[in-house]
């Protein structure tokens, strides 16, 4: 089970406040720049390329700003795709973009297609090494005597976020400022309560549409009675038009598992006009969901009907969709192994949920159980109290110069 | 001859400004916290001892401040030793002492007796690691109640005061400010030029006597012939009373790099008041070497027994000495072997002389002969932009609450 929720991080972080919607296909060219596979050490002395854009139509040069995304878990072209805030203030500032490709995303791999097959490969994947990448890139940017005097602003989203707001903690010298969006940064060990993130994604349900959230509650318990009897199994995997049928009750938490990521991707992409980032969907899509899940009073089959009407909104708005595939919640270029890592080592997040303050199954935050499940699939141990002992958690009184922003529905925001 | 230079960089460092000599034998208790070998990866997963020295008798608990030296390259007894300051300070601040021992020094190995007997066991010795190994101890020494409220500040000298100025750049939410003493974090690429630590230490010798720098400047051309013929090299080597007797020409240049290491060695230790720290001297040990080369022009062999009697106060203040030994400068538990590596990946300290504004052989900076030499000794490249890239050069305005502190007659006063 833990593995699932594993994969599903990845598109957790994906919550993109930043993400307007570029209107037309933006320009920018793409570059690769020599890094160090390995800042921290000297005996991996190879390098890799890690590709980053730049537009340059507006930047007021010599010494106009430089707006630096700040990568996360993905290619670099989705972020700056859907990062619609920097390219409208472009003109503005006369700024020049530049979105930096996060290593082990996209086409960064250190290690080409060997970078995920081997623990010593995945060595170098740790936001430290990405914050370096960045300081050395920027420090190479800074080179052109045009933009020796530039103002460099670091700002990203989600992950991105958070790389961005310790871009300025860790190297004030090189960015004279951030803009962290939606960025968690206390979402480690004990900064907040776990079951904090589920009760605002619960919230976004509730102000959706009455009736709503508690339908949501009620379908664990009828999908837990439908799991019971091979008639049951076989009647969700046809409901619900898998694309891989259940065979058995050992299926279930990671069917439920997937029912709550798309829970949760709903409300991360809860924006008010149509949008494209983790899946097509119409303007406020929960309150589409909502109008499926009115009535919680219904008997298994029903329910579960309304719930599979539910979900086809965020899955199937196209209409094009043939079959639901358990196995991903988003298309695109998003990375969910490479998070999934990431969240195996130094992103310790703890998530739990009650059942009661809000819809999702009660589940304890299990820290043993998700150790055991990373060394299977890593082969490495997490160490949760790095972050907070690295960056400081909610200790951060000497940073300055760091924006703060998250929306009221994005479920990121418990913390921050 | 880089090599040579190398090897004495470790020593350079030792400046030691704190190091007013501790009145008696200070007393500590010993103790050893388990640190990851790697901070920044998660591969090599293993740990290792650091030592480290509590000294709480003049603890006011609850909550009095924590004075945390940050070891630097030797043994921290050693610095404990002779950084009286704190211990001269401990009862009026009710201030816990601890001494943290350096990662790779002392007995803080992190692979026992392989430590530095390959480049992959060598990997893991950088400041960032010893950073992180200090904060990752903090946290542990705050777990204490009585502790809880206890500000930290960072102190040290030297190395170890770079490092506690990093310590408050990069961890503020650690240490809430620094006393970094003789601290050259400007030692990097051209932040300064490459001949004033030269000019600096001429000038020592330039104030402690009249002819003095300038009988030095005359020694190098007096040595050169001698080197040329067999028997000047006999002669020098009963003269100087070597240990091992040089053989050829081919032993001149490091001859001569001891003698320029010496001069260094005791701008750094002209002290006041008779010390121990790298050798046991008088007090203002220069002006004692100054009494015995107050006559420039000398010829050859003359000029150079007096100089035998110069350094012989560096090497035999105590009277002890039965033969000098070129392959040392210092005694003690000083590491120049950790500080070669560290010099050839990380501290990579461009130095030159001119032999007009200072009193050495001229000498210009090659950074390819010195990478080649690192790449002979180590199996390592130095990479000479990365201290500036990471720890912001002269650019460290965000930071706050560091005191840089450093004696007038330190030639390292030029780095700050």
Known sequence: MASLW?????VLLLSCILG???????????????????????????????RYLVSDTHWRKPGGPILFYTGNEGDIALFS?????????????????????????????????????????????????????????????KERSEARDSAVIAIGGSYGGMLAAWMRMKYPHVVVGALAASAPIWQFEELVPCNLYYQIVTNDFKKSGPGCAESINKTWSALNRMFKSDEGIRWLSGTFRLCAPLKSQDDAAGFKNWLSETWVNLAMVDY???ADFLMPLPAWPIKEVCKYLRNPNLDDKQLLQNLFQAINVYYNYTGNTQCLNTSQTAVGSLDDLGWSYQACTEMVMPFCSDGITDMFEPQTWNFEAFSDDCYKQWGIRPRPKWITSVYGGKNINAASNIIFSNGGLDPWSVWR
């Open 6 to 10: 594993l994969a599903g991080w990845g």
């Open 20 to 50: 307007f919607v570029v209107p037309s296909a933006p320009t920018y060219q793409t570059y690769y720049f020599d890094q160090k596979i390995d800042h921290f050490g000297f005996y991996e002395d190879s390098t890799f390329k890690q």
């Open 272 to 274: 008010p006009y149509p």
């Open 81 to 141: 795709n859907n990062t619609g805030f920097m390219w409208d203030i472009a003109e503005e500032f006369g700024a020049m973009l530049v979105f930096a490709e996060h290593r082990y995303y996209g086409e960064s791999l250190p290690f080409g297609n060997l970078s995920y097959s081997d623990p010593k490969y995945l060595n170098y994947l740790t936001s430290e090494q990405a914050l370096a990448d960045f300081a050395l890139l920027i420090r190479f940017l």
